[in-house]
């Protein structure tokens, strides 16, 4: 199966480093972070798995719930959990999926044999609170991922999703954003009170308007 932006992220119940879960009822009405790893007790994802747990105030501060997956079990999981903890000074507090049978995988297209035939990729997507999928980002096993790029993404999700702008290249929270070209020109005072500086008449620049 492959999953595009737009499509309804899958349900699914799995076995977790927290119990079973049904993921829709897990992450109810908020937005959700959902991870591949290739494997267990690999240096890579250890120290991704410790910067998610160093940021996880972060993403609670966005009501984003995090989810981890990997091909391993959740006995494996447990022992991994604490050497991250342990290396990364950190305290796992995110479930990590259990996906021995790699249903879940499969389900989400996280493994891509021409890579490697059995372990997942380094996948990550992000789903809103509608269920519907808002960005997926594929890294190979070798590299791993900038979280602050995802807490990045997830601002302009977020802020895009509630106003009528756009988020240029290399945005951060505070910064201006493009007005829509939905809106016309004369009514941009109206929509955006703080102003707006036009570049080209395509290119309408605007404060951000929930700061």
Known sequence: MSLKLGDIAPNFKAQTSKG???FYDYIGDSWAVLFSHPADYTPVCTTELGRTAALQEEFEKRNVKVLALSVDDVD???GWIKDINETQNVDVQFPIIADPERKI???YDFIHPNANATLTVRSLLVIGPDKTIKLIITYPASTGRNFQEILRVIDSLQLTANYS?????DWKEGED???SN???TEDIPSKFPKGFREVKPYLRLTPQPNK
Do not use: M
């Open 76 to 78: 494996s999981h447990q």
């Open 20 to 22: 079973e879960i049904d």
């Open 177 to 179: 954003v493009v007005v």
């Open 182 to 184: 939905s809106i016309k």
């Open 105 to 107: 995988s499969e389900l």
């Open 165 to 169: 702008v756009a988020t240029p290249a």
